[in-house]
T-cell receptor, first 111, second 118 residues
């Protein structure tokens, strides 16, 4: 069975600084997708970034980038130039045939 | 294009009752999946419907059941409600290929239904 582990329950970052959120996963598959989702107080899951496992190049979306280490089964999210609007819960998720989420991390941004 | 709409947004039920939650899918999507998110936790996969048939299920008892309609909207039904069923229920639509891993087209989530069982 696939599992996703986010071991940090909370993190805090100063506005305009950089923060990295960690995630590890376990799977026996070689072809799958990984996601980072943001969940603000409005509750709706918002896709932040997506990584295809067969692509070695790390995905980047504006201020968001990932460090994907397939052999180590690690998938961390780096947020650069943090903004107050980045404060939310962040979930790492894996999918092959169904979405499996980690427990999430609460990110706060200090002005 | 329309997003995913869930109704109702909030609901209070008594233990032992039955509840039906509803979800519309995004235009062009053919798959709907449901998740239970307890407070402070990550969403847990309940089941997924593809072309009106269940094609995947998580570790939830049979009193959790669902339907998908020809327009790809969906319902989640929970019978014999228990206190532990109190949670946020999220629905997501996506486009599923006939083979290979899902994920090419991403998932669009609704804002959820907050269910409280008293």
């Amino acid at each position: 069975a696939q599992t996703v582990t986010q071991s940090q329950p909370e993190m805090s970052v100063q506005e305009a600084e950089t923060v990295t959120l960690s995630c590890t996963y376990d799977t026996s598959e070689s072809d799958y997708y990984l996601f980072w989702y943001k969940q603000p107080p409005s509750r709706q899951m918002i896709l932040v970034i997506r990584q295809e496992a067969y692509k070695q190049q790390n995905a980047t979306e504006n201020r968001f980038s990932v460090n994907f280490q397939k052999a180590a089964k690690s998938f961390s999210l780096k947020i650069s130039d943090s903004q107050l609007g980045d404060a939310a819960m962040y979930f790492c998720a894996y999918i092959r045939s169904k979405l499996t989420f980690g427990k999430g991390i609460t990110l706060s941004v200090r002005p | 294009e329309t997003g995913v709409t869930q109704s109702p947004t909030h609901l209070i039920k008594t233990r032992g009752q039955q509840v039906t939650l509803r979800c519309s899918s995004q235009s062009g999507h053919n798959t709907v999946s449901w998740y239970q998110q307890a407070l402070g936790q990550g969403p847990q996969f309940i089941f997924q419907y593809y072309r009106e048939e269940e094609n995947g299920r998580g570790n939830f008892p049979p009193r959790f059941s669902g339907l998908q309609f020809p327009n790809y909207s969906s319902e989640l039904n929970v019978n014999a409600l228990e206190l532990d069923d109190s949670a946020l229920y999220l629905c997501a639509s996506s486009f599923l290929r006939d083979r290979g891993p899902t994920g090419d087209y991403g998932y669009t989530f609704g804002s959820g239904t907050r269910l409280t069982v008293v």
